[in-house]
């Protein structure tokens, strides 16, 4: 519905600024035609702007998708955008958004995100914060590309710009409950609107819970779930006529089971790789022992579990894998129409973050660890840590008018993080003699990283012919940064008082005031071919400080700080709005590099379950590929949309890459290398990374970077039809998702691919024209595809064909389960008054 509204010229300078601020962008205030798709906004310049007016690649996922498809954390946007896929790590601590092929993978906290995630203009300290429930949420902006310029240093690939929704017209009171059929359920509540000429505000309450899709035959409850509970407010005042203050608070608590995974497949590999008659052979639990450990048959360790199936959704567990979280926090802006139309406001933040995460690390629920001097497992493999992460941030930015041929905005950031993290895995008790080489490779340390940032920020863009624009923006930036590490492998010191060290200088070292400056910038160049079309091509840099290494691993002599990363891309598109905005496309070609990429890599050692973890920076990767984005009115009430992203991501230049197992590549003559050289036990180009060393790598030139598939394709319609007779409207829509096969490892290990899939979803309901009541029916999965994201995720490995040590290695595949990797129901009310 149109809405005219008379205000008077300060009135509408201030209107114009609210929106520059929060990127009002809801149906009922939107100015679309009928007959004509949704006008869309998008903030990716830090003003409010048409999306087909902003030469940047931008998907955009609205309120009515968001609804439509049940959107509710971040995992959820990851599927259904082909531009973004998901890595997914032991807990929600360790997952990691990927762009364009590329993102970070860390399981410290020294490492920022390649992208970087803002809510409403605030962005988060670290990204495995954005791991919770979404909400409230009126629109999510996935800007790719480097985006430094305007978006900071952790946006070295991209951002993911989220808004809420903000405070419009009369009171309004909302309330909507959703439950599924494998018993996942939401309920929220809200409440916003003008209370008088200066007073507005905005209430938000949610519940939501997952139980999980896998089961624990050892308490018999189900795991790999989440749920939580969220309040936000939005508190506005207008004490004068062109002042506005917004204040912010917000809570989130996060119960979060993910990262249990299950075995799904038991092979026996025998024969030679070099003579080309390795055979793999599934092999049951009998005559199979954890280790090669007599006292550990897989009988007992994976009792009623049926390794050989492919979906197998049972495991055993004694100790809980997860995080459960609590996120608090305020922001405060200001506002200011200047007398020119301008504005001038201030964005101050505060934001504390407190977790525990916890993880079985020995997979079973018995058992796997003898104490000192014995020879009778009693003790089993658990790691938990915590994190406390404590930010503050200010910006002070001014926006010029969005009138004229010259336009522009400028900027001051300042950021202050702080984040502390206690670890603690395996099992020493004091004052047992016991080190990292221990069979579950104990350590207990505590450890803090800080970093500091002051920067100014600029960009403009100038009609300077009727139809060309040139845009153009910089960043300078200083960061302070450093760190505290403490450490010992004594895992019965649970208290930080209590706490002793080892030595200084191995076991008790810092970095502190290390100064990193950069200065990154964009520039492009638009023709506006037609009012309704134009092309445009960017080029645009970024930038990321420096990395620490503080995971449980880090020896004093490699406490420097890791290379920053540095990123330089270039992009070619076009945007059209055509047949009287019934049909919007974007299309671009880009081509990404990076510099000394950082990236935590993880790896196994022979008959050692314990995962480990290293800090790498990688010389040279590369991403390059094309993306499509259409939008179009079919019918007056028949609406489709269209997403493809084709990427290519690759190691361009890395000569000490990881190796990866290779049973078949068996030693000669009892050494421990293999025929060619190589090292026994690893792939055949795997090999000594010096003379008589045992640590293999390989050179990965040219080779394929995981994580990221190659074609990602959504395509989504919805149909609204009148039923006669009847106070309603009736809706069907459907979404059909799909994605190519892809690498999961680094190491380009051949068996550690995914293979493709494609999911359909089917939704249908009723609503009142006046939308005051909505029942929403729908099917996730509809076809009932079983597919397997993770299939080299890390779980119970290390087993033997028998009661040694040295007896033939059973390679053990795991799994975790997507959250529709079957089929399940849903039903969802919606009601507005």
């Given at each position: ?10 009135a509408s ?29 998008v ?38 955008m ?95 409950t ?91 590999r ?17 005559g199979?022992?954890?280790?090669g ?25 004694d ?30 933040s ?12 020995d ?9 000192a ?77 800080y ?16 139809t060309?624009?040139?845009t ?24 930080e ?57 880090l ?41 000394n ?134 809706f ?41 009541y909505?029942?929403s ?29 040295t ?27």
């Amino acid at each position: 519905m149109k809405k005219t509204i008379n205000l008077t010229p300060m009135a509408s300078a201030l209107a114009l600024a609210v929106l520059a601020m929060n990127a009002q962008a809801q149906q009922e205030e939107s100015n679309t035609k009928p007959g004509t798709l949704e006008t869309v906004v998008v903030t990716a310049n830090k003003r409010v702007e048409k999306l087909e007016n902003v030469p940047m690649a931008i998907s955009v996922m609205s309120e009515q998708e968001i609804q439509r498809t049940n959107i509710r954390e971040i995992e959820d946007v990851v599927a259904m955008m082909p531009s973004l896929t998901l890595n997914s790590g032991t807990t929600a601590a360790n997952n990691a958004i990927f762009m364009r092929g590329i993102g970070t993978v860390s399981v410290g906290i020294g490492v920022e995100s390649d992208v970087a995630v803002i809510i409403d203009d605030i962005p988060i300290a670290t990204q495995f914060q954005a791991f919770k429930d979404l909400a409230d949420v009126a629109r999510i902006e996935v800007l790719k590309g480097p985006q430094s310029t305007l978006f900071g240093k952790s946006a070295v690939a991209g951002a993911v710009n989220i808004v809420t929704k903000q405070i419009s017209g009369p009171m309004v009171y909302r309330a909507s409950t959703y439950l599924t059929n494998d018993q996942e359920w939401r309920v929220n509540a809200s409440a916003g609107g003008q209370l008088d000429e200066h007073f507005a505000m905005r209430l938000y309450a949610g519940k939501t819970r997952m139980p999980g899709n896998f089961h624990n035959l050892t308490d018999g409850k189900d795991v790999n779930g989440s749920g939580g509970k969220t309040f936000m407010a939005k508190l506005q005042w207008n004490p004068i006529e062109n002042v506005q203050v917004d204040l912010t608070p917000r809570y989130n608590y996060q119960d979060n089971s993910r990262g249990v995974t299950a075995v799904n497949g038991f092979v026996l590999r025998t024969g030679s790789a070099a003579a080309g008659n390795v055979v793999s052979t599934p092999i049951g639990l009998d005559g199979v022992y954890l280790n090669g450990n007599p006292l550990l048959p897989a009988s007992t360790v994976l009792k009623g579990i049926n390794v050989n199936d492919p979906g197998n959704r049972n495991v055993r567990r004694d100790f809980p894998t997860g995080l459960i979280s609590s996120d608090r926090g305020v922001g405060l802006k200001v506002s200011w129409t200047l007398p020119n139309d301008a504005t001038l406001m201030s964005i101050t933040s505060w934001s504390k973050y407190l977790a525990n995460d916890f993880r079985d690390q020995d997979f079973t629920d018995v058992p796997t660890i003898a104490a000192a001097g014995q020879t009778v497992p009693t003790i089993g493999n658990y790691q938990f840590g915590t994190y406390d992460i404590r930010s503050k941030t200010q910006e002070i930015r001014y926006v010029s008018p969005d009138t004229g041929t010259f336009k522009y905005l400028a900027g001051l950031w300042a950021a202050h993080n702080e984040i502390y993290r206690h670890f603690i895995r395996g099992y020493c008790v004091a004052p047992t003699a016991c080190n990292a080489n221990s069979p579950s490779s104990p350590t207990n340390y505590y450890t803090d990283i800080y970093n500091t940032n002051k920067s100014i920020f600029g960009q403009a863009s100038w009609e300077f012919m009727p139809t060309w624009t040139l845009t153009a923006g910089m960043r300078l930036n200083e960061e302070i940064s450093g760190y505290h590490y403490k450490r010992n492998y004594y895992t019965d010191q649970l208290d930080e008082a209590s706490f002793k060290p080892g030595p200084v200088g191995v076991d008790q070292f810092q970095s502190t005031g290390n100064t990193d400056r950069a200065t990154t910038g964009k520039v492009s160049i638009q023709k506006q071919i037609t009012p309704d079309w134009m092309v445009y091509t960017q080029a645009s840099t970024g930038y990321k400080g420096e990395a620490y290494d503080v995971t449980s691993g880090l020896k004093a002599v490699a406490a420097f700080p890791v290379k920053p990363e540095t990123s330089q891309s270039f992009e070619i598109g076009t945007k059209a709005n055509l047949f009287n905005s019934r049909l919007s496309v974007a299309a671009t070609y880009f081509n990404s590099d990076f510099f000394n990429y950082q990236q935590n890599v993880t790896y196994v050692l022979p008959n050692d379950p314990t995962i480990y973890s290293q800090l790498n920076s990688i010389p040279h990767i590369a991403t390059h590929g094309f993306e499509l984005d259409v939008n179009a009115l079919l019918a007056r009430d028949l609406t489709m949309n269209a997403a493809l992203a084709f990427t290519l991501p690759t190691i361009e230049k890395w000569a000490n890459g990881p190796c990866y197992g290779d049973s078949t590549n068996v030693p000669v003559n009892g050494t421990k290398l293999a025929a060619n050289g190589s090292i026994a036990g690893q792939n055949s180009a795997c090999f000594p990374i010096a003379p008589g060393s045992t640590t293999g790598v390989q050179n990965l030139d040219n080779s394929v970077f995981p994580g990221t598939p190659k074609i990602k394709l959504n395509i989504g319609a919805n149909y609204e039809f009148l039923i006669p007779s009847m106070p309603f409207k009736g809706f069907v829509n459907a979404n059909v998702r799909y994605q190519g096969e892809y690498y999961t490892n680094i190491n380009n290990d051949p068996n550690s691919k995914n293979a493709g899939y494609a999911i359909t979803d089917l939704g249908f309901g009723v609503r009142a024209p006046d939308d005051k009541y909505k029942l929403s029916f729908r099917v996730n999965n509809l076809f009932d595809r079983f597919y397997i994201p993770n299939a080299n995720a890390s779980g119970p490995s290390s087993f033997r064909a028998g009661p040694t040590a040295t007896s033939p290695q059973v390679s053990a595949s795991s799994w975790v389960p997507p959250r529709d990797v079957f089929r399940y129901f849903s039903v969802k009310l919606d009601v507005k008054f």
